[in-house]
C-alpha cells in the first residue's frame, strides 16, 4: 500500500504570495492532519480533516487555511505569505488505527 | 489542553548499548494514546511505537520498549542494542482516544524532541 504523499516537496516563494500544499493521504484513511515543524517551535497542529470536514483547528491565523475533497485528498493554502512561514509541512492520515502515518513533507522557503 | 514535555534535548549512545528517552506529558483525559516517532536527517516522520493508555502492560517493538507509568505521567522509550541507523531526532506525541465512523481523530501533540547521537 502506499504511503502518504506531499506535493511539493520543495517551494521556494517570496513574501505576500500565496501557496498552496497537496497531501493525498494513504488508500482508505479517511482522516488527514496536517503540521509546520520550525527550529523555534517544534511541531505544532495546523488543522484536521475528515470526510472533507474541519474536524479541529490549530491556533494560528487566517491566513492558513485548508479543505478536503471527496477523494480525501487535502490541500493548505497559506495567503500573504511572511518570512516566519518558513518550515516543514508535514501531513499525516489515519483510518482505525489509533497512530497517524506521515507523508515526507514540503519544505517551503519564503525570501 | 495537553502538553508533553521531553527535558533531554540530547542523548548519545555507544553502538550496542542500551539509551533511554524521557516523557512526560500533562492531561486531564483517562483515555489516550502515546507514541514515539523518529525523524531521521531526511525528515521523514517514522512510527516507532505504540502504548495505549488504558493497557497496563508496557509495549515492545523489537529492540523498543517503553515505560509508562500512568499515574505519574511518564512515557519513556528504551533502545536496546543501538544501531548506526537509530540515530534521529525522537518525538514523544500524545493523542486523545477519539472515534467516530469507524476512525480515530485528533491531533498528536508533540514534545520538543531528542537527538539521539550513536558512535561507533
Known amino acids: 500500500k502506499a504511503g502518504v504523499t506531499q506535493t511539493p516537496r520543495y517551494l521556494i516563494k517570496t513574501r505576500g504570495q500565496q501557496v498552496t500544499l497537496s497531501c493525498s493521504p494513504i488508500s482508505g484513511h479517511r482522516s488527514v492532519s496536517w503540521y509546520q515543524q520550525t527550529p523555534g517551535q517544534g511541531l505544532q497542529f495546523l488543522f484536521e480533516y475528515f470526510s472533507e470536514t474541519q474536524r479541529n483547528k490549530g491556533n494560528f491565523p487566517g491566513r492558513f487555511s485548508g479543505r478536503q475533497f471527496s477523494n480525501s485528498r487535502s490541500e493548505m493554502n497559506v495567503s500573504t505569505l511572511e518570512l516566519g512561514d518558513s518550515a516543514l509541512y508535514l501531513c499525516?492520515?489515519?483510518?482505525?488505527?489509533?497512530?497517524?502515518?506521515f507523508g515526507p513533507g514540503t519544505r517551503l522557503t519564503v525570501l | 489542553a495537553q502538553t508533553v514535555t521531553q527535558s533531554q534535548p540530547e542523548m548519545s549512545v555507544q553502538e550496542a548499548e542500551t539509551v533511554t528517552l524521557s516523557c512526560t506529558y500533562d492531561?486531564?483525559?483517562?483515555?489516550?494514546?502515546l507514541f514515539w516517532y523518529k525523524q531521521p536527517p531526511s525528515r521523514q516522520m517514522i512510527l516507532v511505537i505504540r502504548q495505549e493508555a488504558y493497557k497496563q502492560q508496557n509495549a515492545t517493538e523489537n529492540r523498543f520498549s517503553v515505560n509508562f507509568q500512568k499515574a505519574a505521567k511518564s512515557f519513556s522509550l528504551k533502545i536496546s542494542d543501538s544501531q548506526l541507523g537509530d540515530a534521529a531526532m525522537y518525538f514523544c506525541?500524545?493523542?486523545?482516544?477519539?472515534?467516530?465512523?469507524?476512525?480515530?481523530?485528533?491531533?498528536?501533540?508533540f514534545g520538543q524532541g531528542t537527538i539521539l547521537t550513536v558512535h561507533p
Open positions: 506525541a500524545y493523542r486523545s482516544a477519539n472515534y467516530a465512523g469507524g476512525t480515530s481523530y485528533g491531533k498528536l501533540t
Open positions: 492531561t486531564s483525559e483517562s483515555d489516550y494514546y
Open positions: 499525516a492520515s489515519s483510518a482505525r488505527e489509533r497512530e497517524q502515518f
